[in-house]
């Protein structure tokens, strides 16, 4: 990132704690300490912007050295993971193929939405690496289109039809650990739906692995309360139109 980016996203997080916004002084104070420490073991921060230090410091209770300590490792993990910057469609054929992952419109807080159908997911067709690939494939798509000012999707989970061959205990903890661990405070909210009562099985197994700030931002959605449930938060125009919405899927591969 250029140096007047890099100053564009400090003015932004000086002008939202004037506007009385999500920052505050504490967190600004420890933000520049935090680069001052991971810029003395990897100069390459020089690039990062502010947001993407405070989002480490956040899911850190904003504690600097653990903070630091899962910053540095995700960069080490992104020149490994993503040598190029990004990763190519070429390279995630059998999980693009799938066609189970969704984009479009914002809830009411401009927050993108992302619909992902659960029994569309065929283990046997992919391996674990491929679906590693996805996720950050996925995950830098829904960053890379992020309205101005926001930080955070919303996810719909969608488990219609969701049986033992789609389960993929591996893959779903894999995924978690990238969410985590490299984009971190990313998510702001995920309503799963349609919730067969077989997937608790394989939800049991992952819920420790599961943080606490995530797991605060994780909604069972009951099928009689469904439309209701989501137009708490999205407006009608920008539902989906499987929810009874105004708005068609557009796979993520094609926003």
Do not use: S, T
């Given at each position: 990132m250029e140096f007047s980016k890099i100053e564009e996203s400090k003015g932004a997080i000086r002008e939202e704690k004037e506007n009385g916004n999500e920052i505050?002084?504490?967190e600004e104070s420890k933000v520049r300490l935090m680069r001052t420490f991971v810029e003395r073991e990897d100069p390459s921060v020089k690039e990062v912007?502010?947001?993407t230090i405070?989002?480490?410091?956040r899911a850190r209770e904003l504690d600097i050295e653990k903070a630091s300590t899962l910053f540095l490792k995700y960069l080490s993990w992104r020149r490994s993971f993503i040598p190029n910057g990004f990763i190519s469609p070429s390279e995630i054929p059998n999980e693009l193929a799938q066609n189970k992952l969704f984009m479009q419109g914002a809830d009411k807080?401009?927050?993108p939405v992302v619909v992902v159908f659960g029994?569309?997911?065929m283990p046997y067709k992919g391996s674990l690496e491929e679906l590693k690939r996805?996720?950050?494939y996925t995950l830098e798509r829904i960053c890379a289109r992020m309205p101005a000012g926001k930080e955070k999707f919303v996810s719909i989970a969608d488990l219609e039809g969701w049986g033992y061959s789609n389960s993929d205990i591996r893959g779903y903890l894999a995924a978690l650990s990238i969410l985590q661990d490299c984009y971190p405070e990313r998510l702001g909210k995920l309503f799963i739906v349609h919730v067969p009562y077989v997937f608790m099985t394989a939800w049991k197994v992952v819920y420790p692995f599961i943080d606490r700030k995530t797991k605060n931002k994780i909604i069972?959605?009951?099928n009689k309360r469904l439309k209701s449930t989501l137009l708490d938060d999205i407006d009608e125009s920008q539902l989906p139109d499987v929810y009874g919405g105004k708005l068609s899927l557009v796979p993520?591969?094609?926003v």
């Open positions: 505050n002084e504490i912007d502010d947001f405070r989002r480490f410091l807080q401009n927050r029994a569309r997911h996805f996720v950050v069972f959605v009951e993520i591969q094609d």
